[in-house]
């Protein structure tokens, strides 16, 4: 099993908003960074979003500043991202990720990964 597990995508209209949460399993990622990224059909995977492992630093791609919202429980091993106003061109498979080092947003320097939940949203 991957050591993290998404959940809560699905197909919303645009406008639309979605809860993702990213649960660890068999580990704890507590003093990881964590981040949330996507994926597009044809398109290289891009860095949406990252919170330290505090919870107290956050950084969001432009793409999504504003829309989206991500925050972490250490004590129940989660990362949640709310996301508001919906585009099509936010369709994409969104992936959890952690990382030994904060602030990093290229996918290649994230240790581990969970396998992602489609989100689609419709025009």
């Known amino acids: 099993q991957a050591p993290l597990v998404e959940s809560g995508g699905g197909l919303v209209q645009t406008g639309g908003s979605l809860r993702l949460s990213c649960t660890a399993s068999?580990?704890?990622?507590?003093?990881?960074?964590m981040g949330w990224f996507r994926q597009a059909p044809g398109k290289e995977r891009e860095f949406v979003v990252g919170i330290s492992w505090s919870g107290g630093n956050t950084v969001y791609a432009d793409s999504v500043k504003g829309r989206f919202t991500i925050s972490r429980d250490n004590a129940k091993n989660t990362v949640d991202l709310q996301m508001s106003s919906l585009k099509p061109e936010d369709t994409a498979v969104y992936y959890c990720?952690?990382?030994?080092?904060?602030?990093?947003?290229?996918?290649?320097?994230?240790?581990?990964w969970g396998r992602g939940t489609q989100v689609t949203v419709s025009s």
């Open positions: 990720a952690a990382d030994r080092v904060w602030g990093e947003t290229c996918a290649y320097e994230y240790n581990y």
């Open positions: 068999g580990r704890t990622f507590s003093y990881y960074a």
